[in-house]
């Protein structure tokens, strides 16, 4: 069955970094877009970028262009959120999902998520 | 920015009710809306994509409707593992936005 497993979050002070891992699984991981969704502790859901199956394109939320580079490895099946630098605005839980259908040049609809991990940005 | 507006924002239902949600794009986005579910510290669940297609494996007392800028989610018969909170998404330009969440309460 579809699997995916956020990793890496944890607290980090302002202007730190973290590297997040999605590992995926159970699915044909090369023929998905990755997107990495966030929701602040109390508040909505907030799309933050995505990868398309190949790698070939990116897109970002305009709070975090600049900060944070989304890169996948389709021979190891994982995604990586690379954040840096950190804000106190950044505190979330993130979530790893994969797109409804494949081959999608931008992406679709979230059909599959992770448990998410969670990202503290604290002084 | 496509702004996505849901109403309610909550709601009070019992067992066996229909509930309807609207949700409202800034402008159009042709079919591409999507309807989740989320249950306190679970990840969302996708319910209804392309305005109107179920889910594999999702319940059919779940339906969507609608298109362009106003959409529908719609709970035929309310059963108690229904209340949550339901969010709306446009998948039609970047950056994907969704509705602030309308959370649907035990009468």
């Known amino acids: 069955q579809v699997q995916l497993v956020e990793s890496g979050g944890g607290m980090v002070q302002p202007g730190g970094s973290l590297r997040l891992l999605c590992a995926a699984s159970g699915f044909a991981f090369n023929s998905y877009g990755i997107h990495w969704v966030r929701q602040a502790p109390g508040k909505g859901l907030e799309w933050v970028a995505f990868?398309?199956?190949?790698?070939?394109?990116?897109y970002y939320a305009e709070s975090v262009k600049g900060r944070f580079k989304i890169s996948r490895d389709n021979s190891r099946n994982t995604v990586h959120l690379q954040m840096d630098p950190l804000r106190l605005e950044d505190t979330a839980m993130y979530f790893c999902?994969?797109?409804?259908?494949?081959?999608?040049?931008?992406?679709?609809?979230?059909?599959?998520w992770g448990q998410g991990t969670l990202v503290t940005v604290s002084s | 920015d496509i702004q996505m507006t849901q109403s309610p924002s909550s709601v009070s239902a019992s067992v066996g009710d229909r509930v309807t949600i609207t949700c409202r794009a800034s402008q159009g986005v042709g079919n591409w809306l999507a309807w989740y579910q989320q249950k306190p510290r679970k990840a969302p669940k996708l319910l209804i994509y392309?305005?109107?297609s179920l889910q594999s494996g999702v319940p059919s007392r779940f339906s969507g409707s609608g298109s362009g800028t106003e959409f529908t989610l719609t709970i035929s018969s309310l059963q108690p593992e229904d209340f949550a909170t339901y969010y709306c998404q446009q998948a039609d330009i970047y950056p994907y936005t969704f509705g602030q969440g309308t959370k649907l309460e035990i009468k």
């Open positions: 392309a305005a109107s």
């Open positions: 990868i398309r199956h190949d790698g070939g394109d990116e």
């Open positions: 999902a994969k797109d409804h259908e494949t081959h999608e040049p931008k992406g679709d609809f979230f059909s599959s």
